[in-house]
């Protein structure tokens, strides 16, 4: 298992870490803390390889995710729509109520499958 | 004797002080560009060399003896004059020092003068190769030690005839002369780079600032007035407050005929330029379809398209369009992905349920709906981005939608602007000395009540 920290300062908490493992040809990210414009880059950093490595299924794990902006959605609208453009698609697992509220908000609901169960969301891909 | 030569030391780099504050005030004169660009008109030139000639003087006399063995840092000044300014400059320091040395006299006083005098026009020549590449801390330090070095060649031929003892003396005074030489050097034009660099980072500062201001002028004029008077029926006040100096967000207002208004509030994913172009394009679109007098879900539909249309990165708009038909008081609203608004009746403040519908730019067959409202006189609308509610304080807490509740209720019964004002209070209070960390608009309409109006106002639908 990877794992990434992001620190805005030396004695700050991180303000976002992102883990990564796989099962069979899904990349389970999972994803603690803020994705906001300052932390969102990094994400995309962390996952564009992947797509860029042949990965296309991918499911976010958002049960530590705190918040997420605007900008950060953007990054995540552009990083479903290249692996959508590879065949693949992004699939989100356990969002909590805040976060939900807000992807409801803007109609993203329509956009992700969104899971409760990690197995059953393994099988939807 | 270890000891003397290093309180020696000591004494002559706190003569270089006053090198650093030419360096310092050299930086803050105007035509100091120049002097980095090599473009040194002739009086320049002959300036330098009269400064870095007192400078001369002023290492000659701020010599510290060594067991008779004057060190000091007099060919110090003709050489920087000769690495910044060319040979004319050096070679008039190295004339006005040398002069001063030989008119001392004693033992050394031919040879360190012509050495002084040398120090300045070797510096010169290494101007000149140059050549106007950049002067690096590096060279002119090796330039100096080897100004140093022929310093005491050429004395040598004297310490010949010496006593054992005196040439122990010279040698003496060689190490703290070298080391104080390169040391000035090097720091003179560590100074002068490192001034100079702030310089034009901050010249570049002030450009792209005012290029900034230009684009927020262009974007606020993009915007329709804050304020609409005129009409007795009702009252609309807007409020948009970027974070930096551009943004994202956008509102619209107008009059679509003398019966029905339309209201706007839009906000594009992010901030600063990036999101102000897009919101440049959205509020020129908006702007041209909403003309149409289509409803809003086939106008959010159509600017759907227009916004998908190439958007490579993504970028989309939340946006939420409602028509408003004066007589009836019947409202239209179609909502692409935004914050639903407040509805303001009789001292109640409530959200409004809204079908969220997708947020615009992101795909093309994006289906809206168009949702019925019924307002009474006396009705308030308050719309606005999601800047309002997660400005954020000191303490990461985000002003949330309990708190715009609660400030709502506080300020129901003014008039749009005043709400706009109170609500912006309540906000500047909860941030505090915190950053804005979004963009912050508020629109709000006020259907007024029938004893206000002077025509007839809205009578149900």
């Known amino acids: 298992m990877r794992r990434c920290r992001f620190h805005k300062a030396a004695d700050e908490e991180p303000l976002m870490k992102v883990w990564s493992k796989r099962q069979k040809d899904i990349v389970i990210l999972a994803v603690q803390g803020r994705l906001d414009a300052a932390t969102s880059p990094f994400f995309e950093e962390q996952v564009l390889p992947m797509i860029a490595a042949g990965d296309k299924n991918f499911l976010l794990d958002l049960a530590n995710l705190d918040y997420i902006s605007s900008a950060a959605l953007r990054r995540l609208l552009f990083f479903a729509k290249q692996a959508e453009d590879r065949g693949g698609r992004v699939a989100l697992l356990s969002v909590q109520s805040p976060i939900l509220e807000i992807l409801d908000m803007a109609g993203f609901t329509q956009l992700f499958a969104i899971f409760t169960d990690q197995e059953e969301a393994i099988r939807s891909f | 004797m270890d000891s003397l030569i290093y309180r020696a030391l000591v004494e002559l780099i706190q003569g270089l002080a006053v090198l650093m504050v030419i360096a310092y005030v050299m930086t803050r004169i105007p035509s100091f560009g120049d002097l980095l660009n090599r473009r040194l008109s002739l009086t320049h030139r002959v300036i330098l060399g009269l400064v870095f000639g007192l400078m001369s003087i002023f290492g000659t006399l701020s010599s510290v003896d060594i067991f008779g063995g004057l060190a000091n840092f007099r060919d110090l000044g003709p050489a920087i004059a000769g690495l910044l300014a060319g040979p004319v400059a050096g070679g008039m320091a190295g004339l006005i020092g040398g002069a001063h040395r030989y008119s001392l006299g004693g033992l050394t006083a031919e040879p360190c003068s012509v050495a002084t005098f040398l120090a300045g026009l070797i510096g010169g020549f290494f101007y000149l190769c140059k050549k106007g590449r950049p002067i690096r801390i590096r060279e002119v330090t090796a330039v100096m030690a080897g100004i140093t070095l022929l310093h005491v060649l050429v004395i040598t031929p004297l310490m010949l005839g010496l006593s054992n003892e005196i040439r122990q003396i010279l040698k003496a005074v060689l190490l703290p002369m070298l080391l104080v030489n390169c040391a000035g050097?090097?720091?003179?034009?560590?100074?002068?780079?490192?001034?100079?660099?702030?310089?034009?980072?901050?010249?570049?500062?002030?450009?792209?600032?005012?290029?900034?201001?230009?684009?927020?002028?262009?974007?606020?004029?993009?915007?329709?007035?804050?304020?609409?008077?005129?009409?007795?029926?009702?009252?609309?006040?807007?409020?948009?407050?970027?974070?930096?100096?551009?943004?994202?967000?956008?509102?619209?207002?107008?009059?679509?005929?003398?019966?029905?208004?339309?209201?706007?509030?839009?906000?594009?994913?992010?901030?600063?330029?990036?999101?102000?172009?897009?919101?440049?394009?959205?509020?020129?679109?908006?702007?041209?379809?909403?003309?149409?007098?289509?409803?809003?879900?086939?106008?959010?539909?159509?600017?759907?398209?227009?916004?998908?249309?190439?958007?490579?990165?993504?970028?989309?708009?939340?946006?939420?369009?409602?028509?408003?038909?004066?007589?009836?008081?019947?409202?239209?609203?179609?909502?692409?992905?935004?914050?639903?608004?407040?509805?303001?009746?009789?001292?109640?403040?409530?959200?409004?349920?809204?079908?969220?519908?997708?947020?615009?730019?992101?795909?093309?067959?994006?289906?809206?709906?168009?949702?019925?409202?019924?307002?009474?006189?006396?009705?308030?609308?308050?719309?606005?981005?999601?800047?309002?509610?997660?400005?954020?304080?000191?303490?990461?807490?985000?002003?949330?939608?309990?708190?715009?509740?609660?400030?709502?209720?506080?300020?129901?019964?003014?008039?749009?602007?005043?709400?706009?004002?109170?609500?912006?209070?309540?906000?500047?209070?909860?941030?505090?000395?915190?950053?804005?960390?979004?963009?912050?608009?508020?629109?709000?309409?006020?259907?007024?009540?029938?004893?206000?109006?002077?025509?007839?106002?809205?009578?149900?639908?």
């Open chain 2, 185 to 461: 050097v090097a720091l003179f034009f560590f100074i002068l780079q490192n001034l100079h660099r702030e310089r034009l980072n901050e010249a570049e500062k002030h450009r792209i600032d005012s290029e900034l201001r230009i684009a927020r002028e262009i974007q606020m004029g993009m915007l329709p007035a804050p304020s609409r008077t005129g009409d007795p029926r009702y009252a609309v006040h807007a409020v948009l407050k970027p974070a930096k100096e551009v943004g994202g967000d956008l509102y619209h207002f107008f009059v679509r005929d003398e019966n029905r208004i339309c209201l706007a509030v839009g906000d594009v994913a992010g901030k600063g330029i990036s999101a102000s172009l897009h919101m440049a394009i959205t509020q020129k679109l908006l702007k041209a379809l909403a003309q149409s007098g289509e409803e809003p879900a086939g106008l959010l539909e159509r600017l759907n398209r227009e916004l998908c249309d190439g958007n490579e990165t993504m970028t989309f708009v939340t946006l939420l369009v409602a028509f408003i038909d004066l007589r009836s008081g019947e409202a239209v609203l179609g909502n692409g992905g935004h914050n639903p608004p407040y509805w303001i009746r009789r001292g109640d403040v409530s959200r409004l349920v809204l079908e969220p519908g997708l947020a615009l730019g992101i795909r093309e067959q994006a289906v809206y709906t168009n949702q019925r409202l019924c307002l009474k006189p006396g009705d308030t609308l308050f719309l606005y981005t999601d800047g309002v509610t997660e400005a954020m304080n000191a303490h990461k807490e985000l002003f949330g939608d309990d708190r715009l509740k609660t400030a709502l209720l506080r300020v129901r019964e003014k008039d749009p602007e005043a709400i706009c004002r109170g609500i912006m209070e309540d906000l500047a209070h909860f941030v505090g000395q915190s950053e804005p960390s979004d963009d912050i608009t508020m629109l709000v309409l006020r259907l007024e009540s029938k004893e206000d109006a002077a025509a007839g106002a809205a009578d149900g639908c």
